[in-house]
T-cell receptor
Framework: AQSVTQLDSQVPVFEEAPVELRCNYS??????LFWYVQYPNQGLQLLLK??????LVESINGFEAEFNKSQTSFHLRKPSVHISDTAEYFC????????????FGQGTELSVKP | GAVVSQHPSWVICKSGTSVKIECRSL??????MFWYRQFPKQSLMLMAT?????????EQGVEKDKFLINHASLTLSTLTVTSAHPEDSSFYIC??????????????FGPGTRLTVL
């Protein structure tokens, strides 16, 4: 991928409100798409991924993301956030046949307030 | 499944010394491991790609003689920061990939190692 752009560096939201974290990428080839979450002073945890098939993918904790090829986007959504969702979220792209190399976006800090 | 560990979790060293960081895949064999560097409040920057049994491939701008990578087995890769200086202080994160083993192009990340060079 040429680049990955996360449009919002910080997203403050109240508990139980919906949230959308935006991610756009540019690439001339087919890609795999990922969202990772990073809690303070920890490594990254895979939240969800799109490899093929259905363009809507879901995580076990209520997040979902939809791959939109025409808009080259992979926005992350959750209908109702919890305090525990407070973390840094990274969108990442891997181009096919590139040995799994990931290109990360700049990250979005989600801050959920009571 | 798919757990990756790093050791140590944090290290403080004097300028000019070398530091070795280990990355292990605990419950799977990793054909490929990646090393990233993360500065505070910033994204991850890929430093190098490490394939078992072969030399690592470094990203542009990364000094291979300063950041020595060894991938001796399918479960272990090491990053040695040689002659460390304060500007090398950072959060170093490894990931392991099971390419070709049924989980296409998914990387599993270690918890990271915080290096502080005094």
């Amino acid at each position: 991928a040429q680049s990955v752009t996360q449009l919002d560096s910080q997203v403050p939201v109240f508990e139980e409100a919906p949230v959308e974290l935006r991610c756009n990428y540019s690439s001339s080839v087919s890609v795999y798409l990922f969202w990772y979450v990073q809690y303070p002073n920890q490594g990254l945890q895979l939240l969800l991924k799109y490899l093929s098939g259905s363009t809507l993918v879901e995580s076990i904790n209520g997040f979902e993301a939809e791959f939109n090829k025409s808009q080259t986007s992979f926005h992350l959504r959750k209908p109702s956030v919890h305090i525990s969702d407070t973390a840094e979220y990274f969108c990442a792209v891997s181009e096919h046949n590139q040995g799994g190399k990931l290109i990360f976006g700049q990250g979005t800090e989600l801050s959920v307030k009571p | 499944g798919a757990v990756v560990s790093q050791h140590p979790s944090w290290v403080i060293c004097k300028s000019g010394t070398s530091v070795k960081i280990e990355c292990r895949s605990l419950d799977f064999q990793a054909t490929t491991m990646f090393w990233y560097r993360q500065f505070p409040k910033q994204s991850l920057m890929l430093m190098a790609t490490s394939n078992e049994g072969s030399k690592a491939t470094y990203e542009q701008g990364v000094e291979k003689d300063k950041f020595l990578i060894n991938h001796a087995s399918l479960t272990l890769s090491t990053l040695t920061v040689t002659s460390a200086h304060p500007e090398d202080s950072s959060f170093y994160i490894c990931s392991a990939s099971t390419l070709g083993q049924g989980i296409t192009d998914t990387q599993y990340f270690g918890p990271g190692t915080r290096l502080t060079v005094l």
